[in-house]
């Protein structure tokens, strides 16, 4: 996960950092979609919109409700070893 701090403009716009434009394959004029959860401001690029949208959508929303349970506390530390033994029986 890489993590950047962008300044927006008067007109609300920020620039998308070139990295993150690269390993995401995000061209000039490509579509994104951005959500917001009144808590978080998600940005995703939307590759096929009558395909995908659904799929973003309920992304996004599981995303939103895992950063809920963050910000609430209901989370687990564990180290590597023992996530990994987790999500080996998902």
């Known amino acids: 996960m890489d993590v950047e ?9 920020f620039v998308l950092p070139l990295s993150m434009r690269k390993r995401n394959h995000i061209a000039e004029g490509e579509k994104l979609m951005v959500i917001d959860d009144g808590r978080t ?3 995703r690029p939307v590759k096929s919109m009558k395909d ?11 995303a939103a409700e895992g950063w809920k349970d963050i910000e609430d506390g209901k989370f687990k530390r ?4 023992e996530f990994l033994k987790e999500l080996s029986g998902w």
Do not use: C, P, Y
Request: no cysteine; hydrophobic share 50%.
């Open 5 to 13: 701090i962008v300044r927006v403009s008067s007109r609300g716009q």
């Open 41 to 43: 401001i998600v940005v």
């Open 52 to 62: 995908d949208i659904q799929d973003e959508i309920w992304l996004m929303h599981k």
């Open 78 to 81: 564990m180290g590597k070893a």
